[in-house]
């Protein structure tokens, strides 16, 4: 198993809510990733981090943020959700670019209602 | 545009069986080809990762083979396990970070 962690597992919120996805990883990577799968479809890039206070958007357009203080931290926030925000968001990890393994947490289901 | 496809959408055999899931893809440059296992409301778990210049690779009851010429490959899972009922998703990485992902094969295996 890998070292990744997502909190909450489940969440159903109102619309309007902000909200913050968790992600942290013991193994030291510099590299983070957020994906967005709907149920199945593939998944999709909207984040992600090549280290410390480096943040860039993904292939999907996302109304979501992130930020990278620390390595092994990488959350992502929903200033106001919505019904369309509901999905599975999946958070990944790797130790480099290319051939390195990307490791992903269990995943968070988003339920906006 | 970047593509990878997938076939069968989903299949159902029986425990102890073998079966082979098939994968197409249009990314071009080639950087190499994933094979993700992802149990139902979980993240996918690596099964192999293969580069151009492999063809086959196994990993347990598992093997990836990888025809760059075609852009295919192929996971062949051998004596089913009830374990192994699961989304498969063939991935490809162009030569940059980013991976491209299928829709996946959903297998059920019953006893």
């Known amino acids: 198993e890998a070292d990744i962690y997502q909190t909450p597992r489940y969440l159903v919120i109102g619309t309007g809510k902000k909200i913050t996805l968790e992600c942290s990883q013991t193994?030291?990577?510099?590299?983070m990733y957020w994906y967005q799968q709907d149920p199945g479809m593939e998944l999709h890039l909207i984040h992600y981090?090549?280290?410390?206070?480096?943040?860039e958007k993904g292939d999907l357009s996302s109304e979501s943020t992130v930020s990278r203080i620390r390595t092994e931290h990488f959350p992502l926030t929903l200033e106001s959700a919505r019904p369309s925000h509901t999905s599975q968001y999946l958070c990944?990890?790797?130790?480099?670019?290319?051939?390195?393994?990307?490791?992903f947490g269990p995943g968070t289901r988003l339920t906006v209602t | 545009k970047n593509q990878v496809e997938q076939s069968p959408q989903s299949l159902i055999i029986l425990e102890g069986k073998n079966c082979t899931l098939q994968?197409?893809?249009?990314?071009?440059?080639?950087?190499?080809l994933r094979w993700y296992k992802q149990d139902t409301g979980r993240g996918p778990v690596s099964l192999t990762i293969?580069?151009?210049?492999?063809n086959t690779k196994s990993n347990g009851r598992y093997t990836a083979t990888l025809d760059a010429d075609t852009k295919q490959s192929s996971l062949h899972i051998t004596a089913s396990q009830l374990s192994d009922s699961a989304s498969y998703i063939c991935?490809?990485?162009?030569?940059?970070?980013?991976?491209?992902f299928g829709t996946g094969t959903r297998l059920q295996v019953f006893p």
């Open positions: 990944a990890s790797s130790r480099g670019t290319g051939i390195y393994e990307q490791y």
């Open positions: 193994m030291g990577h510099d590299k």
């Open positions: 981090s090549y280290g410390v206070n480096s943040t």
């Open positions: 994968c197409n893809y249009t990314v071009s440059p080639f950087s190499n």
């Open positions: 293969m580069t151009f210049s492999e």
């Open positions: 991935v490809v990485s162009a030569n940059t970070d980013k991976l491209i």
